[in-house]
C-alpha cells in the first residue's frame, strides 16, 4: 500500500499523524470489497454470486464505503507502526488512535484518502541536570536496645495463649473476646451494629470504639454499658466529637505466657542456633541488613526525587490510567478476588472506583517519572550485569540471611525471581555511579525504629 505521512508533535506526549493513501489502494480495497460481497450475499432474484455490482452498489453503497474506509485506515496505519521504528512516533499499547476531532475522512474512489488521528506516545526522557543536587545519608546505628526489642517480640510470637482463671479480671496486654452492640439514647441496639466474638488486646486501641481502658476490670461473661464521648479532633470521622453508648460482653480472657529469653527459645526458633547469643547475633547481622537497605532506599528515593524535579518529564494520562489500572488488578489480587467483584465491593461501601482512581493519581504520576528517569539513565549509562555478580549477590543475601547460598538459590529458582536480582543489581550500580556526579553528605541521626518510621 502506497502510505505517505506527516507527524507533529502536541503537548502531553502526543502527537498528530496525518496519512494519505493513494487513489489507486482506495480503488482496489473498494474493488476487492465488492467482489467479496458479490461472491457472498444473496438477494432475491438473484443467484448467490451473480448479482451485478451496480445493484450492490445502489442496495448497499454507503456501508461498502464505511467498511472498506475501516480497513483501510487499519491497515495504513499497522504499516506505518510496523515501518517506524521509533518509539517517538508509535502509539503506546494502551493509546487507540482516535480521529481528530472524531472527524470521519470523506471516502472517494476519485481522490487519495487522507485521515488524521491523535495519539499518546513514549514520553521524551532526557536527564542531563545534576546540579544543586544534595543527597543527605542519615545516620542510623543498631543498638544492643534494637536488638532486645526484636528478640521480645520473637519472645511474645512464641508465648502460649492461656486462659486466666475464672474470676480474674481483665488486664492491659490482655487478649479478649467480646461481643458488642451501639445502643441508642433509649437502650434499643443499632441496627447492623451488632458483633459477635471480636477479639483484641486491651491496651492496642486496635477496636472501632477504643474500649480498652474501660473494659480493664471486668470479667468473663460480665456485661457492661459504656458510655464515652471523642474529642473534636479525633482521627476516626465516626467518632470525633460524638458521644456513644456501647454496651459490651466479655466472653473470655486470655493471657500470653512469655518463654524464658535463654537457649531454649533460640533452638524452638531455629535449629540451627544452640544458644541464645547465636540468636542475638543473627538478630543484629539482619538489623544490620534492614538499615542497610532502608538507608539506601531512602538515599535513592531523594535523588530521583530531585532529578524528577530538575528534569521534566511529561507523562500522558493514557500511561497514568493504566498504571491506576494495573494497581486495581494488584488490590483486587490482594483481595483475592477480580477487579469486578472489588469495584462491587467498593460500590457497596459507599464509594465509587472513579473516586478511588483518582486519589491514587498523583502518586501514579510520580511514579512514573521516576521509574522512566531510571530506566532512561540505565540505558544511556548501558548499565549491565555480569553472572560473577549475581553469584556474588546470591553469597550476600545468604550472608545477611544467616543461611547458605544453596537454600538462596531455590528460593529464586524461578527464572522471574532471577530478573528481579538482576534488575536490582543493575539499579544499585547506576546509584553508586549517580552519587558520583551529586553531592552525598551525613544527614540527622535517628534511631533504627524511626528510620521506619519516617520511610512509611
Do not use: C
Not at 489502494?25 to 451473480?50: C, M, Q, T, W
Not at 480474674?168 to 458488642?180: A, G, L, R, S
Not at 459504656?226 to 453508648?245: H, N, P, V, W
Not at 548499565?383 to 538459590?409: F, L, N, Q, R, W
Amino acid at each position: 500500500m502506497n502510505v505517505t505521512k506527516q507527524v507533529s508533535k502536541l503537548e502531553n506526549s502526543a502527537v498528530k499523524l496525518t496519512a494519505t493513501i493513494a487513489k489507486d489502494d482506495v480503488v482496489n480495497g473498494y474493488n476487492e470489497n465488492l467482489k467479496k460481497y458479490a461472491k457472498n450475499i444473496s438477494l432475491p432474484g438473484f443467484r448467490k454470486g451473480h448479482v451485478p455490482v451496480k445493484v450492490l452498489e445502489q442496495k448497499y453503497g454507503d456501508s461498502l464505503k464505511q467498511e472498506v474506509l475501516i480497513d483501510l485506515v487499519d491497515q495504513s496505519l499497522n504499516q506505518i507502526f510496523a515501518e517506524e521504528e521509533s518509539k517517538d512516533i508509535r502509539p503506546l499499547p494502551y493509546s487507540q488512535p482516535r480521529l481528530e476531532n472524531d472527524k470521519v475522512p470523506e471516502f472517494s474512489t476519485e481522490k487519495d484518502l487522507t485521515f488524521t488521528v491523535i495519539y499518546d506516545v513514549f514520553p521524551t526522557v532526557e536527564v542531563k541536570e545534576f546540579s544543586k543536587i544534595e543527597v543527605k545519608e542519615p545516620q542510623v546505628s543498631v543498638t544492643d536496645k534494637d536488638v532486645e526489642e526484636e528478640l521480645k517480640a520473637i519472645q511474645e510470637r512464641n508465648a502460649m495463649v492461656i486462659d486466666k482463671k475464672d474470676g480474674d479480671p481483665v488486664e492491659k496486654d490482655n487478649i479478649v473476646t467480646i461481643d458488642y452492640s451501639e445502643l441508642n439514647d433509649d437502650g434499643s441496639m443499632v441496627e447492623g451494629s451488632k458483633r459477635e466474638g471480636f477479639v483484641f488486646t486491651v491496651g492496642t486501641g486496635e477496636n472501632i470504639y477504643k474500649i480498652d481502658d474501660e473494659i480493664i476490670g471486668m470479667k468473663k461473661d460480665e456485661t457492661k454499658e459504656i458510655t464515652k464521648t471523642y474529642a473534636k479532633d479525633d482521627k476516626d470521622e465516626e467518632l470525633a466529637g460524638k458521644t456513644k453508648k456501647i454496651s459490651v460482653t466479655v466472653k473470655a480472657i486470655k493471657v500470653r505466657n512469655l518463654p524464658a529469653l535463654d537457649d531454649d527459645l533460640a533452638q524452638d526458633v531455629n535449629e540451627k542456633y544452640k544458644t541464645i547469643d547465636d540468636l542475638r547475633k543473627d538478630i543484629t547481622r539482619g538489623l544490620e541488613a534492614a538499615k542497610t537497605r532502608k538507608v539506601n532506599e531512602l538515599k535513592s528515593q531523594s535523588l530521583i526525587e530531585q532529578l524528577v524535579e530538575k528534569n521534566p518529564v511529561v507523562v500522558p494520562q493514557s500511561m497514568i490510567n493504566a498504571e491506576m489500572e494495573n494497581r486495581f488488578r494488584m488490590m483486587a489480587k490482594q483481595f483475592q478476588t477480580t477487579p469486578q467483584q472489588l469495584e462491587k465491593m467498593i460500590e457497596a461501601s459507599g464509594q465509587k472506583k472513579e473516586d478511588m482512581l483518582k486519589q491514587w493519581t498523583g502518586d501514579a504520576e510520580k511514579m512514573l517519572k521516576s521509574r522512566l528517569i531510571v530506566e532512561q539513565l540505565l540505558q544511556d549509562k548501558n548499565i549491565t550485569v555480569t553472572p560473577e555478580e549475581v553469584e556474588a549477590e546470591y553469597a550476600k543475601m545468604a550472608e545477611d540471611a544467616g543461611t547458605t547460598v544453596d537454600a538462596i538459590k531455590e528460593q529464586y529458582k524461578d527464572p522471574r525471581y532471577k530478573e528481579y536480582i538482576i534488575d536490582d543489581l543493575k539499579e544499585r550500580k547506576l546509584f553508586e555511579d549517580l552519587y558520583k556526579q551529586v553531592k552525598v553528605s551525613k544527614g540527622d541521626k535517628m534511631e533504627f525504629a524511626d528510620l521506619f518510621k519516617n520511610a512509611q
